[in-house]
């Protein structure tokens, strides 16, 4: 059995991914349709009862075709428990997802067995995996996140914020999220491609108010690239706190424009701004994140010691 040969997703342009029940095809259909850059169909903690996980596999092929005609990526959050495993990863080859998201992530040898497993299985290479990290040992060990990060597939890290707090036997504040934000960044940035989908606030917090406004920004300001949601609600709040803002990209143009007028320059000022190699990296980024990557060099040449400049 070979799956069809997918394109790559561009995660560094998917910043809010909706959460939806995998047993119901209406929810299913308007999450497709909602604002959401991309879509979850859950198949675990969604989709409580057996019947209803083998009736969320059922429908799968459909859910990620419905996905994909609005022309967003299909992620499917399989089960953990090895029950329903085989069941789950089958089902997401048969539809041709385009990434799973796997809860509960701390284990980097269970995901080489899922990739091995997914070979076999005839799954495309270009399969993603998005380690959902929800255990503080996991959150407190850099060792651990570093290792989740080199796993086969794995493209991105996510915080399951409730029950992390939970487990950390506390309410999902800022306080007690934002420092697991950062170190999900803070391991993340040791592979440039690897995103990360949090925010110091709790999911479940639908109201769509400014607290849920002010966490997206909070988390955007610590590193991350995006969140999850699971309300249509969220979304606006989400798509426009870690968008690039116009100011952001006449910047980064401006920046990359002035070193590709002095290729030879080490330093150099843009309106009052010092910029050196460091800057011109976050303005390269910053247009990639924007999908308007350029084709000036990141790097500035090396510093002369001859003088000043």
């Given at each position: 059995m070979t799956a069809a040969t997918a394109s790559p997703v561009p995660?560094?342009?998917?910043?809010?991914?909706?959460?939806?029940?995998?047993?119901?095809?209406?929810?299913?259909?308007?999450?497709?349709?909602?604002?959401?850059?991309?879509?979850?169909?859950?198949?675990?903690?969604?989709?409580?009862?057996?019947?209803?996980?083998?009736?969320?596999?059922?429908?799968?092929?459909?859910?990620?075709?419905?996905?994909?005609?609005?022309?967003?990526?299909?992620?499917?959050?399989?089960?953990?428990?090895?029950?329903?495993?085989?069941?789950?990863?089958?089902a997401c080859v048969q539809a041709h997802a385009d990434a799973?998201?796997?809860?509960?992530?701390?284990?980097?040898?269970?995901?080489?067995?899922?990739?091995?497993?997914?070979?076999?299985?005839?799954?495309?290479?270009?399969?993603?995996?998005?380690?959902?990290?929800?255990?503080?040992?996991?959150?407190a060990s850099p060792a651990t996140l570093h290792t989740l990060l080199a796993a086969p597939r794995v493209q991105a890290l996510a915080l399951g914020s409730e029950d992390f707090s939970a487990a950390m036997q506390a309410p999902p504040s800022a306080a007690l999220l934002a420092p697991a934000v950062y170190a999900l960044t803070l391991a993340a940035r040791t592979r440039s491609s690897a995103?990360?989908?949090?925010?110091?606030?709790?999911?479940?917090?639908?109201?769509?108010?400014?607290?849920?406004?002010?966490?997206?920004?909070?988390?955007?300001?610590?590193?991350?690239?995006?969140?999850?949601?699971?309300?249509?609600?969220?979304?606006?709040?989400?798509?426009?706190?870690?968008?690039?803002?116009a100011e952001e990209l006449r910047w980064a143009r401006q920046v990359t424009e002035a070193a590709a007028a002095q290729p030879n320059s080490t330093v150099f000022a843009v309106h009052g701004q010092m910029v050196d190699a460091p800057v011109l990296a976050r303005a390269h980024h910053l247009l990639a994140r924007a999908g308007q990557p350029t084709s000036v060099s990141h790097t500035l040449p090396p510093m002369s010691t001859e003088g000043d400049h």
């Amino acid at each position: 059995m070979t799956a069809a040969t997918a394109s790559p997703v561009p995660w560094h342009l998917v910043t809010s991914l909706l959460f939806v029940p995998g047993d119901d095809p209406l929810r299913v259909a308007k999450a497709a349709r909602s604002s959401a850059q991309a879509v979850v169909i859950d198949l675990e903690d969604g989709v409580p009862a057996a019947a209803g996980k083998a009736r969320a596999r059922q429908c799968l092929s459909d859910a990620v075709a419905g996905v994909h005609a609005q022309g967003k990526p299909a992620v499917v959050r399989i089960n953990h428990d090895l029950l329903h495993l085989e069941a789950d990863l089958r089902a997401c080859v048969q539809a041709h997802a385009d990434a799973f998201m796997w809860p509960k992530a701390a284990s980097p040898d269970m995901l080489r067995l899922i990739d091995l497993a997914l070979q076999q299985l005839g799954a495309d290479r270009a399969m993603a995996c998005i380690a959902l990290v929800e255990d503080p040992a996991t959150v407190a060990s850099p060792a651990t996140l570093h290792t989740l990060l080199a796993a086969p597939r794995v493209q991105a890290l996510a915080l399951g914020s409730e029950d992390f707090s939970a487990a950390m036997q506390a309410p999902p504040s800022a306080a007690l999220l934002a420092p697991a934000v950062y170190a999900l960044t803070l391991a993340a940035r040791t592979r440039s491609s690897a995103r990360v989908y949090a925010m110091p606030h709790s999911i479940a917090d639908i109201s769509g108010d400014s607290a849920w406004t002010d966490a997206a920004h909070r988390g955007r300001a610590l590193g991350a690239d995006g969140a999850l949601c699971v309300h249509p609600r969220q979304l606006d709040a989400v798509n426009s706190a870690f968008a690039v803002t116009a100011e952001e990209l006449r910047w980064a143009r401006q920046v990359t424009e002035a070193a590709a007028a002095q290729p030879n320059s080490t330093v150099f000022a843009v309106h009052g701004q010092m910029v050196d190699a460091p800057v011109l990296a976050r303005a390269h980024h910053l247009l990639a994140r924007a999908g308007q990557p350029t084709s000036v060099s990141h790097t500035l040449p090396p510093m002369s010691t001859e003088g000043d400049h």
